[in-house]
C-alpha cells in the first residue's frame, strides 16, 4: 500500500525537452507538494497545493508547472529543460497545511 | 530571514555509541519543528514533530527535544539500521496560512559495527 506514489523513478533526458512527472497520494490528504533535492541533499519547497486551489509558489523559474486535476494528484511540468534542472524531485502531501508531510520516493532527473 | 542549520554534517559512530544531532533555527515565531530520517535513494520518513521549548518526543532509540533556539535528536545506544541522513524542518509564522517547511542541510550519520 504505497501512500505516495510518484511515476517515473528515473528520467534521463536532453535539454531542450519537455517532461511530467506524476505524483499520487492514497492517504485522502488535503495538500501536496513539490520539492527539489540538489546534490548537496538540500530539499526546497517549489509548490503547494491545498484543495487544489495553489498556496505556495516560490521563486521557480516559469517553465516548471504545477497542476492538480484533484486532490490525490499533483503532476509537474517541465518545459524546455536544462541541465541545471538535474536533480531529485519528491512529492509530499499532508493531512492539512500545518501537519507532518509525507513523502514519495523520488524522481532522479538527469538532464544530458 | 527564517534560517535553519544542522550540525554536525557528517557523524561516524560506533554500534553502541550514544551521541545526539543539532538543529538550530531562526525564525520569527515558531509553529512546528519536524525531524526526518532519509535513507540512500529514498524519500524523507516523519519521525517527529515538537511544537513548544521542553516538549520531548522518543520512538525507540530516538529523542527528540525542544528549546527556543534549537532541537537536539539524540540517539541512545545506535546500530548501524540508524545509519541514515536525519533532516530537520520548521514551519515559520512568517510563512503565513501555507504551512510551509523550511529544512536545514541535513546531518549524514554513519554506525559502524
Known amino acids: 500500500d504505497t501512500a505516495v506514489s510518484q511515476t517515473p523513478k528515473y528520467l534521463v533526458t536532453q535539454m531542450g525537452n519537455d517532461k511530467s512527472i506524476k505524483c499520487e497520494q492514497n492517504?485522502?490528504?488535503?495538500?501536496m507538494y513539490w520539492y527539489k533535492q540538489d546534490s548537496k541533499k538540500f530539499l526546497k519547497i517549489m509548490f503547494s497545493?491545498?484543495?487544489?486551489?495553489?498556496?505556495i509558489n516560490e521563486t521557480v523559474p516559469n517553465r516548471f508547472s504545477p497542476k492538480s486535476p484533484d486532490k490525490a494528484h499533483l503532476n509537474l511540468h517541465i518545459n524546455s529543460l536544462e541541465l541545471g534542472d538535474s536533480a531529485v524531485y519528491f512529492c509530499?502531501?499532508?493531512?492539512?497545511?500545518?501537519?507532518?508531510?509525507?513523502f514519495g520516493p523520488g524522481t532522479r532527473l538527469t538532464v544530458t | 530571514e527564517d534560517q535553519v542549520t544542522q550540525s554536525p554534517e557528517a557523524l561516524r559512530l560506533q554500534e553502541g555509541e550514544s551521541s545526539s544531532l543539532n538543529c538550530s533555527y531562526t525564525?520569527?515565531?515558531?509553529?512546528?519543528l519536524f525531524w526526518y530520517r532519509q535513507d540512500p535513494g529514498k524519500g524523507p520518513e516523519f519521525l517527529f514533530t515538537?511544537?513548544?521549548a521542553g516538549e520531548e518526543k522518543e520512538k525507540e532509540r530516538l529523542k527528540a527535544t525542544l528549546t527556543k533556539k534549537e532541537s537536539f535528536l539524540h540517539i541512545t545506544a545506535p546500530k548501524p539500521e540508524d545509519s541514515a541522513t536525519y533532516l530537520c524542518?520548521?514551519?515559520?509564522?512568517?510563512?503565513?496560512?501555507?504551512?510551509?517547511?523550511?529544512f536545514g542541510q541535513g546531518t549524514t550519520l554513519q554506525v559502524k559495527p
Open positions: 509530499a502531501s499532508s493531512r492539512d497545511k500545518f501537519y507532518e508531510q509525507y
Open positions: 492517504l485522502g490528504h488535503d495538500t
Open positions: 497545493y491545498n484543495n487544489k486551489e495553489l498556496i
Open positions: 525564525v520569527s515565531g515558531l509553529r512546528g
Open positions: 515538537l511544537y513548544s
Open positions: 524542518a520548521v514551519q515559520a509564522a512568517s510563512s503565513g496560512n501555507t504551512g510551509k517547511l523550511i
